[in-house]
């Protein structure tokens, strides 16, 4: 029976969530009480929360401790890292980015929020849509996030009012129709009390939805993979013996089956999948996001940083890219400067050749820039030193994302997303 649960356990689908919202608009309450409602806290912890809560004054136990975990961040009361926390419930196993809500930390908010399926906006219902929830509702589409859930928090301090969940729900939903987000859900919530977090709430019986653990439980993520471009990115070839020889790496979308006739690229040389393994397990197909090893019929060369693609369905190949970049670096992108990139597996070297624009997140307005600084968010153009295979970010997340390195610092400076 313990052999089934583990199993049972292992195969349970994964969501990734991210969190954002403006300072004191209740994150860190509001993933706290996720965890205290669903009993994933050791008791341990739990009366640590319970010993710093008393010893501050507070009557009710500070759910917000358990997730500020930074010593700086429990003094301010302010998250200020991306924390990542894990849950699971017996339908789903979660991971929380809980990302800052301040300006200056808009970098942060991108590196937790780069891998969600899911991003949850939380908004304080006395002061409703302001400029911080501009620009997270702007990261959640520019990073395509798949489906986004607006939580309107503190409905206890609004007397639970439905006028004001409408009213905030109203001016979202305009703000939002100029961009590209697909999916959009609002609960009406007080993380503090747990109306609408895990239990539905006695005191909004006017509100006909979900809760939000039910929500994050039942979204269709099935459908957030591309599984239409077959690419295969190969990390690291596997010799265990003379007989073997597989490539190692992740399925970054599409379907891959043994028999199906391949292209590797940069080379070009073609194939037929032989075997597609999964741990000890060999498989008929593999399918994006997992992990496998794939060997081929043919000894042709494959190395880290190659791409395993369909000989009828293979991506852009160029040294020429434009993307929509977030800079994370105080050191300001310079155009003619150098850097490195990281694209899948693949490294290279690049020229940033121009700047398009810069984007005003609260507005949306386009501006002309000569250099990007910290946390702004622009279109640019760049050369690199060789080829790189990729597909827009729109259709593969993966495949058309990259980094950028400051080559004397060995430090991500940037996050692109490749248009």
């Known amino acids: 029976m313990e052999e089934f649960s583990n199993k049972a356990y292992l195969d349970m689908e994964l969501l990734r969530f991210t969190t954002a919202g403006s300072v004191d608009d209740g994150k860190s309450t509001l993933i706290g009480r996720l965890l205290y409602d669903s009993k994933s806290i050791f008791e341990d912890q739990l009366e640590d929360v319970k010993r710093v809560s008393l010893k501050r004054g507070s009557d009710k136990v500070d759910l917000a401790l358990l997730t500020d975990g930074l010593k700086a961040e429990r003094e301010q009361g302010i998250t200020i890292d991306v924390a990542y926390r894990y849950f699971a419930t017996p339908k789903r196993k979660f991971i929380i980015a809980d990302t800052p809500g301040h300006i200056q930390y808009t970098r942060n908010m991108v590196t937790g929020a780069s891998t969600a399926n899911a991003a949850v906006v939380l908004i304080d219902a006395r002061h409703g849509v302001l400029e911080q929830t501009h620009r997270h509702a702007y990261i959640a589409s520019l990073l395509q996030i798949p489906h986004t859930i607006v939580c309107i928090n503190k409905m206890d301090l609004v007397n639970y009012s439905e006028d004001v969940y409408n009213q905030i729900k109203k001016d979202f939903s305009e703000f939002t129709s100029k961009m590209d987000i697909q999916d959009v859900r609002f609960v009406p919530i007080s993380a503090l009390d747990g109306d609408n977090v895990v239990k539905r709430s006695k005191n909004m019986d006017w509100y006909e939805g979900t809760t939000l653990l039910y929500m994050l439980e039942n979204i269709h993520i099935g459908s957030d993979y591309n599984l239409i471009d077959p690419r295969f990115t190969v990390q690291n ?57 794939i060997s081929l019929e043919d000894e042709i060369d494959v190395s880290r940083g190659c791409m395993i693609v369909k000989e009828n369905n293979k991506p852009n190949v160029s040294q020429e890219l434009d993307a929509m970049i977030c800079w994370m670096s105080e050191t300001p992108l310079q155009v003619g400067k150098k850097y490195s990139i990281k694209h899948t597996t693949q490294d290279a070297r690049c020229v940033i050749k121009d700047i398009t624009y810069q984007v005003d997140v609260n507005t949306l307005k386009k501006n002309d820039a000569d250099s990007l600084e910290l946390n702004d968010i622009g279109r640019i153009s760049i050369r690199t030193t060789k080829p790189l295979f990729y597909d827009s970010y729109r259709n593969n997340r993966l495949t058309g994302s990259l980094i950028i390195i400051d080559e004397a610092t060995n430090v991500t400076v940037g996050a692109g997303m490749i248009i």
């Not at 265990?240 to 399925?251: L, T």
């Not at 391949?262 to 741990?279: N, Q």
């Open 237 to 293: 070839v596997i010799r265990p013996n003379q007989n073997f020889r597989g490539y190692a790496g992740r399925v970054a979308s599409g379907v891959f089956r043994k028999g199906d006739k391949i292209t590797v690229l940069p080379s070009g040389f073609s194939s037929t999948i032989k075997s597609i393994t999964s741990y000890k397990d060999e498989l008929d197909s593999a399918y994006a996001p997992m992990s496998a090893v």
